[in-house]
């Protein structure tokens, strides 16, 4: 009967109790390498623990990479598809009107031409053009439309309100042109025609030496509706102006074929 006791030795095979380190007939160590060699088996287990933690740390450390990456990605894709806030602040005019082509006459704003922003130019013949508009003075017109030599304004800035009435006297044809180009707001150098101008819309705010290029004429500056400016440009009047434009005010200028704004400091 086989004693649950005893085993044999792994060199010479003599039965021998269990549990020995060494064998009593050879000598022979019956430990394992693991068991003979402590402190190395447990480096090993460190080692091989430490591997195993430094693969999963690589593994969140990259997807943590990848995430932010991803994230940065789709940052960048929303700061590019998005506008400025002060590319968003551009305002974009709001274009109103029909060309339209009138003859001499009295004509009605809203019947027989479209209400909106035009430059009004004369395309056969000179005369007089007059819209009379008491309850605004900014909105009235009255101008010699012709070529710059037979002492006429080649063209006028006009906004026509429902209602008004345009007279068109002695001239064949003029033409009405709807106002289409982007709004000035820079502070730069300008030139204005005869007509109704924004600041803000035309030309940027800011401090001006105004001139006029030839002629004379009137330059009437109004905020909130009172004339803050009011001269005589050119002959028999003064040679130029220093005027402070603020955003809104309204600029009008009458019987002149250009006027410069240069900016003063």
């Known amino acids: 009967m ?156 006009v906004k026509l309100v429902k209602g008004e009435q345009i007279q068109l006297e002695s001239i064949n044809k003029t033409h009405f042109e709807p106002v289409t180009a982007t709004f000035v707001t820079e502070y730069k150098a300008t030139s204005l025609c005869s007509g109704r101008w924004v600041v803000g819309e035309d030309i940027g705010s800011g401090r001006y030496l105004v001139t006029p290029k030839n002629g004379s004429g009137n330059f009437v500056v109004y905020k909130d509706g009172m004339p803050k400016v009011n001269e005589v440009l050119g002959q028999g009047g003064v040679q130029q102006v220093t005027a402070n434009l603020n955003e809104g005010d309204i600029i009008t200028i009458m019987s002149l074929n250009q006027v410069d704004f240069q900016p003063q400091k």
Do not use: W
Not at 4 to 29: E, F, L, R, S, W
């Open 2 to 157: 086989e004693n649950k006791n005893m085993t044999k030795c792994k060199a010479c095979g003599t039965d021998i109790a269990k549990g020995v380190k060494k064998c009593p007939h050879c000598g022979k160590d019956q430990r394992n390498f693991f068991m003979k060699h402590k402190i190395i088996s447990i480096v090993i287990v460190i080692i091989i623990l430490g591997c195993i933690g430094s693969a999963l740390g690589g593994g969140k450390q990259s997807n943590t990479s990848n995430n932010a990456t991803s994230n940065a990605k789709t940052s960048n894709s929303k700061n590019t598809s998005q506008p400025s806030a002060k590319q968003q602040e551009v305002k974009q005019r709001q274009v109103q009107g029909k060309a339209t082509d009138l003859g001499a006459g009295t004509f009605t704003v809203g019947k027989d031409i479209e209400e909106g922003l035009y430059d009004a130019i004369p395309a056969d013949g000179s005369g007089n053009f007059i819209i009379q508009n008491a309850s605004e003075p900014t909105l009235t017109v009255n101008e010699v439309l012709g070529s710059a030599d037979n002492m006429g304004v080649s063209k006028v800035r």
